[in-house]
């Protein structure tokens, strides 16, 4: 009966439980991703947007800087609209419509976003317009006249070249009144004494004419002090009204910020029938959809909508994939409970992992009954071998014991040869045994294979003799191998003994040995009867023989081959049958080879210390 299983521990639960938090993670973080993303594009925007902003207010205020009107200004906002992308118009002071980007009839926004005036500038993007308020390009009766500006120039490149004379650098440029202007790169006091002629610095007599009426209309400025009247004019330097020298600077005992302040009262006076007059400035979208991010409570039950139906899709599918995980895992786990003698086997229903687990456990289920089948089987042999020599030592002491035979020589060799066979086969399973346990231990040592072949040839040579057997070897030179030399001569022994076994009268057993590559191969064959093709598999096998009334004159215990396989792979070997029917066997050993030892013992072949 399979055990209840707490919910927890379900592997269902927990798939299901994993797949929701991934799921609420990744949506979290990806909302969170969302809503980072669109925030910083949102600010990208709208520092774009107010970028673009400046840059329409400052491309027509100066417009206005350099018109006396507003004609012809369609053209310019059309090209901006086009530009930047959004909606512009121009309007006076009372709505009246000036310029339009939009059709014809298109309302203007409800509030306007700035105001055009160039004498008083709230934009910072031209420089000198932080001082006054003035934009820079409003120049009016200060524009130059074309022979003016060369001669201006003219001198200019004068100055730089009398600079660069003397060491000095220095760069020009112009200004909107047409004045070339020279800059030194080390300021005013790197300018040699010997360039200062004030050539540059005076004033065109355009520029001296403007000068003369603004000087009028500072000189009709009311002085704080003395309440309404006229001040003393302004003479000297320190106050820039044209861009490149200074002109006027006060020396009537006024505060200087009174007289900054009436300086550009008389600017914005002189230069006011030069520019435009004031209007507003309306922005817009060109679209008719919002700009900007809005999260209503409708977005935020769209949000919460989506997260919950991914929540639901995510536990249904991970439903639906745990299910037919777990089917599967259920059937092997009931299958794994049932008793072994059962030997029972799942359906291999799915090519995924959980299929080739239970193809496994079937292969496993099938190997479980073969090594049953044959644990019985060893069982039954080990009783059938060990019987025979028990029941004859028992017959024999028991005949003798009731006194019906004497224990003359003959009977007590009779039962010694029983007992050394019982001998044998308890010392061929002790072998097995600490190998199948692990605890086999091999005693390497640089073995030759001719010194090897030797020792199990003599070993064998009175048994072939006496049975009419010839016994023939062929070695190459120089073989060596890393091998325990007992172990060794055992499993060669037991390959040639099982040889002379087989073979009849007048046959011939050969051993062999060669090298090839990095191996040493060793081979035993027999002129006898042969193996059956389908008896080769099972060559190797306990207590398998082919011989199957088990008969003591045409077969050994069994185990003689078993050993020589455990032993032979235990030297990292291996050991192979070959047979055809009548024409005899071939058992071939291949082992690693070794190199021959630098020096040897002449009586005993192994390295001198």
Same mark, same amino acid.
């Given at each position: 009966m399979t055990?209840?299983? @707490?919910?927890?521990?379900? !592997?269902?639960?927990?798939?299901l439980?994993t797949?929701?938090?991934?799921?609420?993670?990744?949506?979290?973080?990806? $909302?969170?991703?969302?809503? *980072?993303?669109t925030?910083? =594009?949102?600010q990208?925007?709208?520092?774009?947007?107010?970028?673009?902003?400046?840059e329409?207010?400052?491309?027509?205020?100066g417009?206005?800087?350099?018109?006396?009107?507003?004609?012809?200004?369609q053209?310019?906002?059309?090209?901006?609209?086009?530009?930047?992308?959004r909606?512009?118009? #121009?309007?006076?002071?009372?709505?009246?419509?000036?310029?339009?980007?939009?059709a014809?009839?298109?309302p203007?926004? =409800?509030?306007?976003?700035a105001?055009?005036?160039?004498l008083?500038?709230?934009t910072y993007?031209?420089?000198?317009?932080?001082?006054?308020g003035?934009?820079?390009?409003?120049?009016g009766?200060?524009?130059l006249?074309?022979?003016?500006?060369?001669?201006?120039?003219?001198?200019a490149e004068?100055?730089?070249?009398?600079?660069?004379?003397?060491?000095?650098?220095?760069?020009?440029?112009?200004?909107?009144?047409?004045?070339?202007?020279?800059?030194?790169d080390?300021g005013?006091? $790197?300018?040699?004494?010997?360039c200062?002629?004030? &050539?540059l610095?005076?004033?065109?007599?355009? *520029?001296?004419?403007a000068?003369?009426?603004?000087?009028?209309?500072?000189?009709?400025?009311?002085?704080p002090? %003395?309440?309404?009247?006229?001040?003393?004019? #302004? =003479?000297?330097v320190?106050?820039?009204?044209?861009p490149g020298?200074?002109?006027?600077a006060?020396?009537?005992?006024?505060?200087?910020g009174?007289t900054?302040?009436?300086?550009?009262?008389?600017?914005?006076?002189?230069?006011?029938?030069?520019v435009?007059?004031?209007?507003?400035?309306? #922005?817009?979208?060109?679209?008719?959809?919002?700009?900007?991010f809005?999260?209503?409570?409708?977005?935020?039950?769209?949000?919460v909508?989506v997260?919950?139906? +991914?929540l639901?899709v995510t536990?249904?599918?991970?439903?639906?994939v745990?299910?037919?995980?777990?089917?599967?895992l /259920?059937?092997l786990?009931?299958a794994a409970?049932q @008793?072994? &003698?059962?030997?029972?086997? +799942?359906?291999?229903?799915?090519?995924?992992?959980?299929?080739?687990?239970a193809?496994?456990?079937?292969?496993?289920?099938?190997?479980r *009954?073969?090594?049953e089948?044959?644990?019985?089987?060893?069982?039954?042999?080990i009783?059938?071998?060990?019987?025979?020599?028990?029941?004859?030592?028992?017959?024999w002491?028991?005949?003798?014991?009731?006194? !019906?035979?004497?224990?003359d020589?003959?009977?007590? =060799?009779?039962?010694?040869?029983?007992? #050394?066979?019982l001998?044998?086969?308890?010392?061929? !399973?002790?072998?097995?045994a600490?190998?199948?346990?692990?605890?086999?231990?091999?005693?390497? *040592?640089?073995?030759?294979?001719?010194?090897?072949?030797a %020792?199990?040839?003599?070993a064998h040579?009175?048994?072939a003799?006496?049975?009419?057997?010839?016994?023939?070897?062929?070695?190459?030179?120089?073989?060596?191998?890393?091998?325990?030399?007992?172990?060794?001569?055992?499993?060669?022994?037991?390959? +040639?003994?099982?040889?002379?076994r087989?073979?009849?009268?007048?046959?011939?057993?050969?051993v062999?040995a060669?090298?090839t590559?990095?191996?040493?191969?060793?081979?035993?064959?027999?002129t006898g009867?042969?193996?059956?093709?389908?008896n080769?598999p099972?060559?190797f096998?306990?207590?398998? /023989?082919?011989?199957?009334?088990r008969? /003591?004159?045409t077969?050994?215990?069994? !185990?003689?081959l078993?050993?020589? /396989?455990?032993?032979v792979?235990?030297?990292?070997?291996t050991?192979?049958?070959?047979?055809?029917?009548g024409?005899g066997? +071939?058992?071939?050993?291949?082992?690693p080879h070794?190199?021959?030892p630098?020096?040897?013992?002449?009586?005993?072949?192994?390295?001198?210390?």
């Open positions: 055990p209840s299983l @707490p919910w927890r521990k379900s !592997l269902s639960v927990r798939l439980l797949s929701m938090a991934i799921a609420v993670v990744s949506v979290g973080a990806t $909302s969170w991703l969302a809503v *980072e993303t925030t910083r =594009a949102i990208e925007e709208r520092g774009q947007v107010l970028s673009d902003d400046n329409i207010l400052r491309q027509l205020s417009y206005a800087a350099t018109h006396a009107d507003w004609d012809g200004v053209t310019s906002v059309r090209t901006l609209s086009r530009t930047m992308g909606r512009i118009a #121009l309007a006076t002071e009372t709505g009246y419509p000036i310029a339009d980007s939009a014809p009839g298109t203007l926004p =409800a509030r306007s976003s105001t055009v005036e160039p008083n500038t709230d993007t031209e420089p000198g317009a932080q001082l006054a003035i934009d820079p390009r409003a120049v009766p200060y524009l006249r074309p022979a003016e500006r060369a001669q201006v120039k003219t001198l004068k100055r730089l070249a009398c600079m660069r004379r003397y060491g000095s650098d220095g760069s020009s440029r112009q200004t909107p009144s047409g004045r070339t202007v020279v800059t030194s080390g005013e006091a $790197s300018v040699p004494l010997q200062a002629d004030g &050539q610095n005076t004033p065109a007599r355009t *520029e001296q004419k000068l003369d009426e603004l000087g009028a209309l500072i000189a009709s400025c009311p002085d002090e %003395q309440g309404k009247g006229k001040g003393t004019p #302004l =003479a000297g320190g106050i820039d009204l044209i020298f200074n002109t006027l006060s020396d009537s005992g006024r505060p200087l009174q900054q302040s009436c300086v550009d009262n008389a600017r914005r006076k002189q230069l006011d029938p030069y435009a007059p004031r209007a507003r400035l309306y #922005l817009g979208s060109l679209g008719r959809q919002p700009a900007g809005n999260l209503s409570p409708a977005n935020k039950a769209k949000i909508g997260t919950g139906l +991914v639901a536990v249904a599918m991970t439903a639906v745990a299910i037919r995980l777990v089917r599967p /259920r059937a786990t009931a409970q @008793p072994p &003698q059962r030997h029972a086997r +799942v359906a291999v229903t799915t090519k995924d992992e959980t299929g080739y687990l193809t496994a456990f079937n292969d496993l289920t099938a190997r *009954e073969q090594l089948a044959q644990r019985k089987a060893m069982v039954s042999d009783a059938h071998e060990l019987r025979t020599p028990l029941t004859n030592i028992r017959g002491l028991e005949v003798t014991r009731d006194g !019906l035979l004497d224990p020589p003959d009977l007590i =060799a009779s039962l010694h040869d029983e007992a #050394l066979l001998q044998h086969i308890i010392d061929d !399973l002790q072998d097995l600490a190998v199948d346990a692990g605890t086999l231990k091999l005693h390497r *040592e640089p073995v030759g294979v001719d010194e090897l072949i %020792q199990v040839v003599s040579s009175t048994r003799e006496a049975s009419g057997i010839r016994l023939h070897t062929r070695t190459d030179p120089g073989l060596w191998l890393d091998a325990d030399p007992v172990r060794m001569r055992q499993a060669l022994g037991n390959l +040639v003994s099982n040889a002379l087989h073979t009849p009268a007048d046959g011939t057993v050969t062999t060669r090298q590559g990095d191996l040493a191969v060793l081979t035993v064959q027999d009867g042969g193996i059956a093709p389908e080769l099972h060559v096998e306990r207590f398998w /023989r082919a011989e199957k009334s008969s /003591r004159r077969g050994g215990s069994g !185990l003689g078993s050993i020589v /396989r455990q032993f792979e235990a030297h990292g070997g050991v192979t049958a070959d047979s055809e029917p024409a066997a +071939v058992f071939t050993i291949r082992l070794r190199p021959a630098q020096s040897l013992s002449p009586a005993r072949g192994r390295p001198v210390s």
